[in-house]
Structures are given as structure tokens and as C-alpha cells.
């Protein structure tokens, strides 16, 4: 969900430079280089260690590339290809890893969930100090549950309070439940008032694209969410994956509700379309672009579907056959496996057996391949990657698309990144000083922030009028729930007509204006030097209202 967020020049404090030496200039090569993390395992999906770029064949868009850069992480450690293994203290030779768990509150019952995170425990438990996990949970919307931390007791006592928590999986299941009934109530008017059982089915088809509707509208919702956590990850560094735990992310939604209309219907009528309706409702596309956008972002997904299908329980009995529960499963289990496929990852279903689950997961991030190319396509555009392996016993999973960046867009994702924690090498030259909220209308504050930037870090060159430069500051805004404003981007010019008489003052200043909903929101600050593309970050938590 976007917050409203309001970014209002208010003021520009000009202050010229003291007397100092004239910045110094250096020519600016573009390096460009696309990099994916490979995992290849045998026939039991055991790692296989030891292999050399010449053991592997890469193509983009279909046209194969040359390996630049290669290496291998092994248990660990990071192994160069001629077999020698590096190790600095705590391991920090090996990339960090930086994992978020999202916890679909919507979908799971309580007890299947709090098994999973029994198994949970144990995966954040085995990470080092490098590695940093988030948790997060959904229910009908995105809730930090614990930011990014390499704690291990803090993660810990998450999963506690995680546990104590109820689950609003039974919802979903009224919510089916009532439109199952409606449906069913159609048939039964019919035959009792010997109406047209035709015109019956078509009110049951209705009420099928009713809930299908609502269910779009919520996994839409999901979709953002989930993205939104990719958002955080996409300015960092490292080996980076999002561990989702749930059992709903259909692919068509209320498919099963279409099939149930069918099976009631099924001895009344010769022609039913419950099925083909249903199917017509997709939002495959919608899965497609957050794995593209995972992708960008470097980012593997593991999803796993939390619970086995079971169709011998009494209420599953009398909500559906075994045809449809089996239906439903495969309808969210085939969109996890196409985002675990796309992206590199691992989908694990129809099994209980999280510690297996959460035991790939960790090998997967502790051995793999890292593989370089200098890609083809133009900075922008998406291509086409394909890993293939010259041995072809062995088993290879990459990520199946690249899209190479712009600096603003990279610039935008480290501000972001910037909201829950400040990746390695972000520079925090600039400071915030913020003012006293004021309420406005619905429940809104606005809140006065300056943001203070060092007069170094604003290059200054001459012209005609004296010196002049140019700054832009982003600004984004969050709040526990992950509900995140739209990233704002402003420019601005600055310039000194006399630098030796004007008055000194010890900073650049820039005046905003945030309208924020009430409660703790933060704050995250980028001001970029456009002479020589060098950002500094700030980030501050404001609290509006009681």
C-alpha cells in the first residue's frame, strides 16, 4: 500500500564555500557487468563442489557469452577457481546473506503454522554474524515483525510472539464456505420451485466471479507486498532471497469455487463452463513480473507451501471432492514453483517436513556458483539467461531473465534499503533535523524536515555567476507495516556569486514538507552530488500524534 506523502520546498539555505582547494576531477568509465548466482546439484540435489567455468555454457538472449568472472562458495567460503580457499575472520571472506522470511498469516491455520516456525528457528539459527534476516508476516497486509538483524535472540523472540498470534486462515475458509452455500442455494430454489436450472447455474457462475473478483483483489495486495520486501533488498549486496510460508498464491483465483459450481450442477445439466470461467481469470502475469522484478533485484525466491493436501477431513469433505482440493493445491503450488524456477530458487510442497525445507534453503546459500558476463542488451532492457551445464547428469538453477539497471533506479532502491537498515558502503554525510508534526485534515500530520548537507558534499564549478552546482534529494517514507510512500525525487540548483565576502555557514540546507499518517513512520534520505554521482544517506523515525 502507498502512503500520501507530500514533498514541499519550503526553503534553500545558500551558504558559500570557505576557502579551499578546487575539487579535483578524474574521467568516469561505465564498467558494466552482469552477475547470477548458480546452484547445481546432482540426481539426489546434493551440491556438487569443484566445477570450473569451462564446466558450464552461458547465453543471453539465446546467443552464448563468455564467463569474465567466476567463482564458487563452499560452505561458506569462497573457493577461486584453481581450488584455493579463502577465509577472514568469521567467515567474512564468504558474500553476507540477507534473508527475509514472510509468514502468510491469511492462509495458514495456527497449528500448521507454528510448526513451520518451529523448523524456522532452526534456519536463523544456523546463520553468522554477516548474515542479517528480517521477518515479516501478511495478513491483508505487510507487517515488519522484526527488521533486519543479525541477532540471533531477537529473531528468536519474533518467532515467539509470532506464535502467540492468531491466524486468520479460518476467514478465507468462511469466506469460501458462504459462496460454496450461495452457490448450493441456487441449485436447491431451482428444484424446489421447478425454475430453469439453467438460469440457476449462470446466478452459481456469478457468485463463483464474485469471490474470484475479491480473491483478485487481495492477492493483488499480496503481490505488492511481496514486492515491496524485494524493495528492500534490491539496494544491497550479497546473496539475497525472500523464504515465503503459505498455501495460497493462485494462479487463477476462485478456481476451485468455479469447479464446485460444476460439481453441484454436474447431474442437472449436460454443459457446464465453471472450469473454462475460471481459468479465464489469470494472474500468472501479475506472478511473472514480481519473478522479473526479483530478478532485477538479484533476489532468489523459496517458497513453501505450509500444509499437505488432504481431502479426508470431514469439513474438506463437505467442502469439496478430492478433484477440487487437489485443483486448489496446484492452482497456488504451480505459482510458487514458476517464482522459485524464474529466480534461481527452490519451491518446496506437499510434504510437512519443514526442517527439510529450511535445511535447502540454507545449503542453497552456502554453496553455489557466482558466474560474471558483460551483457549484451542494451542498460534497460531485459534478456533471456540461460545456464547450461556440459555435464548433463547434473541439475542447474539460475535466474531465467536480467535486466541491467539505471543509476537512478539503484539509487532509489538504496534509499529504500535505507528505511530498515543502511546497507555496507552507504555514505551518511547528510543529517536530518526535523520539526514539530501538525495535524491536517483525516487524520494527517505534516511534519517540517530540514536535511543538512555538508558543503563538500556538493561539487561547485565556475561559470559566469561565480560557482555553481546542482543536488537532488529523494525522499521515501514507511511505516510498520510496510505501507511506503512513492520514492520523490527533487533537484536543485545552488550557486555562490561570491564565494571570499558571502557569509559562512557550515552546511547546505533543504526544507521538506511530509504529510504522514499518524503513528511511527521513517523517514529515508538520499542527496546526491550530480557533478559526480556520489550519495549520502539519512534516515530518521518521526511520530505523529498520540
Known sequence: MRLPLLVAVLALGVSPLEAQDVPRFGEMIEVRRAQAEVVVTDSKGSPVAGLQPSDFLLFEAGQPVEITNFSEVRDDRIITPTGTATRGADSSA????????????DSIPTIERNQVLDSARKLVASFGKSDLVMIATWNRGMKLAVPFTNDQAVLADAIDVLAKQSS????????????????????????LLRSSIADAY????????????EVRNRQENKVAGLRSMIATLSGTSGRKAVVFLGRSLPQHPALETFLYADEVFRPHLPTLRGHLEGTRISQVPLHEE??????????????IFVGEVDSSSAENQQRSSQQIEFADFTNSASSMQMLAEMTGGAALHATNNYDRAF???????????SIAWKPLGEPGAESRVEVRMKNLDLQVRFRSTHREKSFE??????????LFHTPEGMRSAASLVTGTPKRQRRGRYSIPIQVRIPLDAVTLLPDDQGLSGEFCVWVVVANDRFDQSELSTQCQPVSVADPATAPLRAHWTYDLDLLVRQGANIVSIGVQDRATGEISYARTTVKAGG
Request: charged share 25%.
Open 94 to 105: 564468504a558474500p553476507e546473506r540477507r534473508i527475509v522470511i514472510i509468514i502468510d498469516n
Open 168 to 191: 486468520s486462515a479460518a476467514l478465507e475458509e468462511m469466506s469460501r464456505k458462504v459462496t460454496n452455500s450461495r452457490i448450493q442455494s441456487e441449485l436447491s430454489t431451482a428444484l
Open 202 to 213: 449462470t446466478k452459481a457462475i456469478s457468485h463463483a466471479r464474485a469471490s474470484a473478483e
Open 290 to 303: 514480481l519473478a522479473r522484478y526479483a530478478n532485477a533485484s538479484d533476489v532468489a525466491f523459496y517458497p
Open 359 to 369: 535445511a535447502m534453503v540454507r545449503r542453497d546459500l552456502s554453496s553455489y556458483y
Open 409 to 418: 533506479e539503484q539509487t532509489g532502491e538504496r534509499v529504500i534499503a535505507n
